[in-house]
């Protein structure tokens, strides 16, 4: 199984400062084919299901904010929140879907 | 947009089994691909399966091999995901997700269900 690693567990930044998590999978989840990575990011917040972020890693998803970046290839991965707003207080995953089982990191909460 | 509707929460006693249904009205539902994910209090996503558009394949993670059942009925834009032999550690809020369809091959999980909270206590 590809095992999925973030750091932080958690983090708090001031509202307009920037957030950073990183990802990393024990095996690539690079696809030489179609040339893409398998990885995901989701935001999560108390009480709902996941939303998917972002998709191939930097995909955004459509009506996700400019201020979320995904970036990252191979192993390594960075989910970045450019200037954090209130409402972005949640618990971040990441995926891999290149193997089943399709797994996830343990996930890092950012607060404010 | 898919909208994914699914069971309610349910009780179940030691050693009993749960069947959660995952219903999404519309012709696009059938050729995606459902997973299923759960999600103990507090803890982290955990994925337990997937099963095909044509409801012919499925594959299920090793640790619920043999508890787990997937299964689809087209006519109605309905999955369903049975878990057998229910232990107080299967406590948890179930997703049903849609990732990738027929054309495409998987995907990330674009469509999520509202969560079927599932508990399991005597």
């Known amino acids: 199984d590809i095992v999925m690693t973030q750091s932080p567990d958690s983090l708090a930044v001031s509202l307009g400062e920037r957030a950073t998590i990183s990802c990393k999978s024990s095996q690539r989840v690079f696809d030489n084919s179609n040339k893409k990575n398998f990885l995901a990011w989701y935001q999560q917040k108390p009480g709902q299901p996941p939303k998917l972020l972002f998709y191939?890693?930097?995909t955004r998803e459509s009506g996700v904010p400019d201020r979320f970046s995904g970036s990252g290839s191979g192993t390594d991965f960075t989910l970045t929140i450019s200037s954090l707003q209130a409402e972005d207080v949640a618990v971040y995953y990441c995926q891999q879907y290149y193997n089943t089982p399709f797994t996830f990191g343990p996930g890092t909460r950012v607060d404010v | 947009q898919v909208q994914l509707v699914q069971s309610g929460a349910d009780v179940k006693n030691p050693g009993a089994s749960v069947k959660i249904s995952c219903e999404a009205p519309g012709d696009t539902f059938i050729t995606f691909y459902v997973h299923w994910v759960r999600q103990a209090p507090g803890q982290a996503l955990e994925w337990l399966g997937v099963?095909?558009?044509?409801?012919?394949?499925?594959n299920y993670a090793q640790m619920f091999q043999g508890r787990v059942t997937m299964t689809r009925e087209t006519s109605t834009s309905t999955v369903y995901m049975e878990l057998s032999s229910l232990r107080s550690d299967d406590t948890a809020v179930y997703y049903c997700a849609t990732g990738g369809s027929s054309g495409s091959g998987f995907n990330a999980f674009e469509h999520w269900g509202q969560g079927t909270l599932v508990k399991v206590s005597s």
């Open positions: 191939w890693a930097s």
């Open positions: 099963i095909d558009p044509s409801g012919a394949t499925t």
